[in-house]
């Protein structure tokens, strides 16, 4: 019945197009180019343009694909819209009963899912397997491009699986125990936990919070393995939810606190996913670097495809050890659930902000989650709050917002996700006017090659914003140039055309990123004329554009890099 209330829309796959030849485009003035030199001339004015960069990487096999290919939502927005109007926030929807089915997937692709996040907390093996077969299925007959994520359960203190969600209303009493979890399945009253010295470590008079405050209980008494509780904040308890306490206000830290932050259990998911070939994995209860760099060794050992790590900021130990954790990670997530249930509520917005501004400048994707639109759980519409809440985020530029519970269990899953949507780019609009939300970014890359790129890149992010220009078009074979262009956050989209699946896959994370999957050829110049007379056709760019390019995709040794005005006529 709640599938049948909500809209769906499906946007078809977009037709196979003919063999490409050369466009009508035509060289103008060479504004920049660098070899190991770095050499470059100052732009000067020019009118509406679009901005062309490529990057040097190791090629990658692929199969022959398509001409090109872009999610056919994006096509359509920006055949409708035009480019200023294309939405550069991503928008991450996590998987579960609301929205599993195949009908409720094609609707939440269809209303700007750019990532579908599996939380491995809940629900078994296969019915994560068969969640993704719904995706790339999907992916493949509607043209649609939604990338898959990952994410750990985490060693921290959880309840163990119920026999069903227990509705915990004010005043009633309720027995944390670590008996057998079998003992407990059928008395309603009785909930297991997952840690042994769990009776240790509270006190009468702590409270108990579940899930990052969905519902709140204080502590009366205790007997041997049972702690006795009686319901202050009601709500909904569900199997796997994460379970802290507090004394005198504040956050208690357990002694599974030193327990190692990937699980037995988590391994297993682990390798579940490199099995599945998802795109991302996430991994909560990030405490240091050391985790994230073994997890990644270990993937690299396992898997002949890249993998993205993302760390998840939830743990009071994870503060401390920020810039250690953004630099080793691919991506960092703020999860403002579990964050704010385990370091005083005042202090997450401080530390939201620091890792947006940490990630930004080190140039690793950020997503910030948890909460966004709480009310939407059983109500049509957000709170002004809400809408405040994600606007703030939208204006400190994060890489993406992400809707957990909302999407996974809420009566509006795809309502939600319009929500975003709308939010998002209302915001972004308003960001540009103002010309608000440009921080300082220092230089960071090391190597004199990387140098070099990050360089180009954000020469020609400012170039297009000095231009007006409607867009940037990079030429990627591991995303590693649009991911720089990302970082500066242009004012106008990045088009980024690549060869690899995988690496289209993994640019959805990226803030103002359209991947696209295209064919190279072994000339640049090729390359660049044929993409723009694919892009003619579909009307995704207009006589009297100026494109700037930027290319160093050549198989030979000899690298060069130059940045070019060139007119579409």
């Known amino acids: 019945a709640m599938s049948a209330a909500l809209a769906r829309a499906g946007v078809a796959r977009p037709a196979a197009l003919p063999a490409s030849h050369r466009s009508s485009l035509h060289p103008a003035r060479v504004f920049a180019s660098s070899n190991t030199k770095g050499n470059g001339r100052k732009p000067r004015k020019a009118g509406s343009s679009s901005v062309a960069v490529a990057d040097v990487a190791t090629p990658l096999t692929t199969s022959r694909t398509p001409e090109i290919e872009v999610d056919s939502v ?11 109007s294309t939405r550069r926030t991503k928008l991450i929807a996590t998987i579960g009963p609301a929205c599993e089915s195949k009908e409720m997937l094609d609707a939440m692709a269809s209303n700007g899912m750019n990532v579908a996040r599996l939380n491995m907390s809940h629900g078994s093996h296969a019915w994560h397997a068969e969640i993704i077969s719904h995706i790339r299925a999907l992916n493949k007959e509607k043209g649609y491009s939604v990338a898959i994520m990952m994410d750990t359960q985490g060693s921290e203190v959880h309840i163990m699986e119920m026999a069903a969600p227990l509705k915990a209303e004010t005043g009633q009493e309720l027995v944390f125990t670590v008996r057998d979890p079998a003992a407990s399945l059928g008395d309603d009253a009785a909930i297991a936990v997952s840690y042994d010295a769990f009776a240790e470590d509270v006190q009468v008079g702590d409270e108990i919070v579940i899930d990052g405050g969905m519902v709140s209980l204080e502590v009366e008494g205790k007997a041997g393995p049972d702690v006795y509780c009686r ?3 009601p709500g909904l308890v569900l199997s796997r939810a994460n379970l802290t306490f507090r004394r005198g206000g504040r956050p208690v830290r357990a002694k599974n606190a030193m327990l190692p932050v990937l699980s037995a259990k988590d391994w297993v998911d682990v390798d579940f996913a490199v099995q599945q070939g998802v795109d991302f994995i996430a991994v909560s209860f ?51 659930g ?84 709308i939010v998002a780019a209302r915001i972004e609009g308003w960001c540009r006017e103002e010309g608000s939300g ?38 990627t074979r591991r995303g590693v140039n649009a991911s720089w262009l990302s970082r500066y956050r242009p004012d106008c989209p990045i088009f980024a055309f690549t060869d690899s699946q995988e690496v289209r896959q993994r640019l ?33 760019v207009a006589a009297k554009d100026l494109v700037v390019v930027v290319s160093d995709i050549q198989r030979t040794s000899q690298q060069h890099r130059s940045v070019q005005v060139r007119h579409v006529s």
């Open 74 to 84: 994006l096509e359509q927005e920006l055949s409708s819209n035009g480019f200023r």
């Open 231 to 233: 319901v202050v904040d």
């Open 286 to 336: 990030v405490k240091s670097a050391d985790v994230i760099n073994n997890l990644k060794s270990y993937i690299q050992s396992r898997s002949a495809r890249d993998i993205d790590v993302i760390a998840k900021v939830e743990s009071p130990d994870s503060i401390p050890n920020l810039a250690e954790i953004v630099d080793a990670a691919d991506g960092v997530m703020v999860a403002r």
């Open 338 to 421: 579990d964050l704010g249930a385990q370091i005083r509520l005042e202090d997450v917005p401080s530390v939201q902000k620091e890792v947006v501004l940490r990630c930004r400048q080190a140039g690793k994707p950020v997503i910030v989650a948890s909460h966004l639109l709480q009310s939407m759980h059983e109500l049509p519409t957000p709170t002004r709050a809400e809408v405040s809440d994600i606007a703030d985020v939208v204006r400190q530029r994060a890489d993406a917002l992400m809707l957990s519970g909302e999407s996974a269990a809420g009566l509006f899953p795809q309502k939600a996700l319009e929500v975003l949507r």
């Open 438 to 475: 440009a921080i300082a970014l220092p230089r960071i890359a090391g190597s004199l090659d990387a140098r070099i790129g990050e360089e180009v890149c954000a020469s020609a992010a400012s170039m297009a914003d000095n231009l007006g220009a409607a867009a940037i078009f990079v030429f």
């Open 508 to 540: 959805n994370l990226r803030w103002g990123v359209i991947p696209f999957l295209v064919r190279f050829e072994d000339d640049p110049e090729t390359n660049v004329t044929r993409t723009f007379e694919l892009l003619k056709r579909r009307n995704l």
